[in-house]
């Protein structure tokens, strides 16, 4: 079962498939019962929604946004 690196949380991925555009996409349960999704892109961006209503996006090259569910957002650079 694979781990959240965030949480420590092990999870489930119950759906996943690929959409016309060629990004891939799962479904997760975690082991508290928490839903996720979790987005890879063919650009090499990746994307998370939790089910807080929190989100999480890495443009795959250094730049992320973090936005909790009350709306606060993060944003980090990490050049490579």
Known sequence: MPENSYTGEHYDVTSSGVNDQGNS???RVSESGAHSYHYSNSDGSYYYQNSDGSTYYN???GFSTY???SGDTTQ???SK
């Open 76 to 78: 980090n650079y990490n």
């Open 25 to 27: 996409y799962d479904h």
């Open 59 to 61: 443009n795959g090259d």
């Open 67 to 69: 936005t909790s569910s």
